[in-house]
């Protein structure tokens, strides 16, 4: 289930700085955030921002990348839930702050399963913009998820 917390339309790659800002703002930590959205919408690069570091990797190289109290998750290319416990999360979400899933919506109940029970849970979609006068920029919506 998902409760609408904030939408921000018309997003450019300049605007990313408020975006996180913002969204550090609207969530009470520590917080998974599961990011959406069609390939090559900006995920990875929005994990950039949250970051702080360029160095944030796309699914080619890994699944899981750590960053301070940040746990980054890239589940392109995980098949099953079963992938998912074999990664011992909760190893990895010790001291984080939060945990950003890319391609994590599938999986989000085994995800919610791993994380303690202090953690909130988010989901950010990101999409196109819907018109050509819209060229480049991204709709961000931030919600509530729980599971059904």
């Given at each position: 289930?998902?409760?609408?917390?904030?939408?921000?339309?018309?997003?450019?790659?300049?605007?990313?700085?408020?975006?996180?800002?913002?969204?550090?703002?609207?969530?009470?930590?520590?917080?998974?955030?599961?990011?959406?959205?069609?390939?090559?919408?900006?995920?990875?690069?929005?994990?950039?921002?949250?970051?702080?570091?360029?160095?944030?990797?796309?699914?080619?190289?890994?699944?899981?990348?750590?960053?301070?109290?940040?746990?980054?998750?890239?589940?392109?290319?995980?098949?099953?839930?079963?992938?998912?416990?074999?990664?011992?999360?909760?190893?990895?979400?010790?001291?984080?702050?939060?945990?950003?899933?890319?391609?994590?919506?599938?999986?989000?109940?085994?995800?919610?399963?791993?994380?303690?029970?202090?953690?909130?849970?988010?989901?950010?979609?990101?999409?196109?913009?819907?018109?050509?006068?819209?060229?480049?920029?991204?709709?961000?919506?931030?919600?509530?998820?729980t599971e059904d």
């Amino acid at each position: 289930m998902k409760k609408l917390l904030r939408e921000w339309k018309k997003v450019h790659q300049t605007d990313l700085p408020y975006i996180v800002y913002e969204l550090k703002e609207l969530t009470k930590g520590p917080a998974l955030v599961i990011l959406e959205g069609p390939l090559g919408v900006g995920k990875t690069t929005f994990c950039q921002h949250f970051i702080g570091a360029e160095e944030v990797l796309s699914p080619t190289y890994s699944v899981l990348s750590e960053s301070g109290q940040i746990l980054h998750g890239d589940f392109y290319r995980i098949d099953s839930h079963e992938e998912i416990l074999a990664l011992e999360l909760g190893i990895y979400l010790e001291n984080k702050n939060y945990f950003l899933a890319e391609w994590g919506k599938k999986y989000f109940s085994r995800i919610l399963r791993e994380l303690p029970e202090t953690w909130s849970s988010y989901i950010l979609e990101i999409d196109f913009g819907k018109s050509s006068a819209d060229e480049g920029s991204r709709n961000f919506t931030l919600s509530t998820i729980t599971e059904d």
